[in-house]
């Protein structure tokens, strides 16, 4: 997930999740990246109804470079 801006973001909340100390943050840290996984989810699902209702591959790889960045 790591090469999506919301991989980036996950990537950023592990890494300060690991350096604090306080289990209240680490919670909010841990739910938060939880989160990125429902947004992830979520693009997918959109997705794969936008490529039923279209028929097509390129609406998916339109779709896929544009939760990319590109």
Known sequence: MADTPVGAIDTL???ATAE???PE????LR???QLTDVIEQH?????????DAT???EVEKQLHAR????
Do not use: I, N, P, W
């Open 13 to 15: 909340l592990a890494d």
């Open 67 to 70: 939760r990319q960045g590109e």
């Open 55 to 57: 028929g097509s591959d």
């Open 31 to 33: 739910t938060a990246r």
């Open 20 to 22: 604090v100390d306080d």
């Open 43 to 51: 693009h997918d699902d959109l997705v794969a109804v936008a490529v």
């Open 25 to 28: 943050v680490r919670y909010k």
